[in-house]
């Protein structure tokens, strides 16, 4: 198990950018692949971006690709999405993810098991 606390939400414009933050706890940092997710009120969580153990391989949704940029720092036990030119449908609780038992980034929420509370972004038009 590992505990996973995302921080760095908040309320902004349309066009402005905004960085998101896990931190995680628990286990070997470097061993895990990461992603991240969303769900807007009303509608279903979605997959946003995930990202290798290693941080070599990233993989993104259709919606932010060239927008949201995903990193992790292993020494630093965190991981990180940078969202630029920000739109309203974007607003949404973010979660980032673990998937314990694997090194290899995955889009499928199905297969992390372990979740954060949830951190709120919110963006206006």
């Known amino acids: 198990q590992v505990q996973l606390v995302e921080s760095g939400g908040g309320l902004v414009q349309a066009g402005d950018s905004l960085r998101v933050s896990c931190a995680a706890s628990g286990r070997t940092f470097s061993q895990y692949a990461l992603g991240w997710f969303r769900q807007a009120p009303g509608k279903e969580r979605e997959f946003v971006a995930a990202?290798?153990?290693?941080?070599?391989?990233?993989y993104y949704a259709a919606s932010v690709k060239g927008r949201f940029t995903i990193s992790r720092d292993n020494s630093q036990n965190s991981m990180y999405l940078q969202m630029n030119s920000l739109k309203p449908e974007d607003t949404a609780v973010y979660y980032c993810a673990a998937d314990l038992w694997s090194r290899l980034a995955t889009t499928t929420a199905a297969k992390y098991d372990n979740w954060g509370q949830g951190t709120q972004v919110t963006v206006s038009s």
């Open positions: 990202i290798s153990a290693s941080g070599s391989r990233t």
